[in-house]
């Protein structure tokens, strides 16, 4: 007769202690993840949103300058101030004209500006106001600026009416300065404003 199930012999399992260097890794991976939490909780005000407001400083049509603070416009991306585009055959500084068209909006008026987060350049990126008018906007509307991760439908807008840059032929700014040899700094949309929160918080200075 053979025996039950229930009979049989249970088999013991050894649990095999840790190796002195698996409890040392152990150990040093638990204070790097405490490490990494207590410098970004030291950080967070480095991330808050902040606030400029004051006569600006037109600097082109993508950037103004508010006192000592170095203002990105968020979201857009214009010609660069030496930039040319040809229109009707015939080429023209389209990075002036950029420059000049918020400089018209702005006209000595006060400007505020909100944003939170920097580009490479340490420059704030920020949405900014005059007159109750939206410069980010009103660049792209105009045509003077293209979407860089921000204002899809208006740039759609500006080029369907052929405003602006689109009443001729330009290379985005971006494809620009790569040909120039410039820096390009990542979109403001999509894993942009991931990559600027971690340049923010590992940033040691």
């Known amino acids: 007769m053979s025996r039950s199930w229930s009979a049989r012999p249970r088999r013991r399992y050894f649990r095999r202690p840790r190796s002195p260097w698996r409890r040392l890794g152990d150990f040093l991976l638990a204070a790097a993840i405490l490490g990494v939490l207590t410098l970004v909780s030291a950080r967070l005000d480095r991330v808050e949103t902040r606030q400029a407001a004051g006569i600006?400083?037109?600097?082109?049509?993508?950037?103004?300058?508010l006192g000592q603070q170095r203002i990105r416009l968020r979201g857009i991306d214009a010609p660069e101030f030496n930039q040319t585009c040809s229109k009707d055959g015939a080429d023209y500084a389209c990075g002036r004209i950029s420059r000049e068209a918020p400089t018209k909006l702005v006209a000595g008026r006060q400007v505020s500006c909100t944003g939170w987060e920097r580009d490479k350049y340490q420059r704030l990126l920020a949405e900014c106001t005059a007159a109750g008018t939206n410069?980010?906007?009103?660049?792209?509307?105009?045509?003077?600026?293209?979407?860089?991760?921000?204002y899809q439908a208006?740039?759609?807008?500006?080029?369907r009416a052929g405003k602006?840059?689109?009443?001729?032929?330009?290379?985005?700014p971006r494809e620009w300065r790569r040909m120039h040899g410039s820096m390009v700094d990542v979109e403001h949309g999509g894993y942009g404003p991931i990559i600027n929160w971690l340049r923010e918080i590992f940033r040691f200075s």
Do not use: C, H, P
Not at 56 to 65: Q, R, Y
Not at 135 to 150: C, P, T
């Open 135 to 150: 410069l980010n906007r009103a660049q792209v509307e105009a045509g003077w600026a293209v979407s860089y991760g921000d």
């Open 154 to 159: 208006e740039e759609l807008d500006a080029r």
């Open 164 to 172: 602006g840059l689109w009443a001729g032929k330009f290379d985005r």
């Open 56 to 65: 600006a400083v037109i600097n082109d049509g993508d950037s103004i300058t």
